[in-house]
């Protein structure tokens, strides 16, 4: 999966840098792949974006800077169509009108509250990054499957059987070969020869545990413990949100 990639744009270095750190967390817990970059004014992320116009997915932009304003880089790319998205940071609520022609995904104002920006990234994620097929290649065959459709996945005399609720899909890989082709913080390992996607499941124990269909799978001991992890971890997570 590609990273999503956040520009933060903010001449207060102190604010800056807890910006920086507030997001790489966020995400972090998330387990979603991400690059953060931070640009202490406009005129040095409006280079950056003239090298490499698709440089970024969501830039984060303090409204009032010294020199050029996050507003005005943003009309400024907006005319020049630029691909991502933006999301205003402000410490005056008077602003939070000004932008409405850039389409901005959300105005925050200072001081950020991590639970508000959780909430902004995360819906930008899910609405524009978020991998909503597993896409399997094997030789000539590919096999392209909506994540929330399956189930598991079961590795048996060198075959791949990708369980949904309807059906059972087969292809010449191997279970480590889909582990690393999955969108991360969806598929665990409860076995050596299965990988469970954690949204189906429904209850855990030492060496079993049922999907919400009713599916019973072994658990080995030697994941147990991860695996529990990422189960409370998820359920945790949808108390949340």
């Known amino acids: 999966m590609a990273p999503y990639r956040l520009a933060v744009c903010e001449d207060d270095p102190v604010e800056g840098k807890q910006l920086i750190k507030t997001c790489d967390t966020l995400l972090s817990d998330r387990q979603i792949p991400h690059t953060l970059c931070l640009f202490e004014n406009a005129d040095s992320l409006a280079k950056a974006l003239e090298q490499n116009s698709d ?3 969501l830039l984060l932009l303090d409204i009032q800077m010294e020199g050029q304003s996050g507003m005005a880089l943003a009309k400024e790319l907006y005319r020049r169509q630029f691909p991502g998205r933006f999301l205003f940071i402000t410490g005056y609520a008077e602003y939070a009108l000004e932008g409405y022609e850039v389409h901005p995904i959300h105005y925050l104002l200072k001081p950020v509250e991590p639970s508000q920006l959780e909430d902004v990234l995360l819906r930008d994620w899910e609405e524009h990054h978020r991998v909503k097929n597993l896409l399997l290649r094997s030789g000539g065959k590919t096999l392209s499957l909506p994540v929330a459709d399956i189930r598991y996945m079961e590795s048996r005399n060198h075959t791949l059987t990708v369980r949904t609720a309807k059906a059972e ?5 191997s279970l480590s070969e889909a ?6 913080g969806v598929f665990y390992r409860c076995h050596n020869s299965f990988l469970v996607n954690i949204r189906q499941v429904e ?6 545990l049922r999907l919400r269909d009713g599916t019973q799978l072994p658990m080995g001991r030697r994941y147990y413990q991860s695996f529990q992890t990422a189960f409370i971890h998820f359920i945790n997570q949808n108390i949340q949100t």
Not at 203 to 208: C, Q
């Open 169 to 173: 899909y087969n292809l010449p890989l």
């Open 55 to 57: 440089a970024f997915d």
């Open 179 to 184: 582990e690393n082709l999955a969108p991360p």
């Open 203 to 208: 209850e855990i124990e030492r060496t079993s």
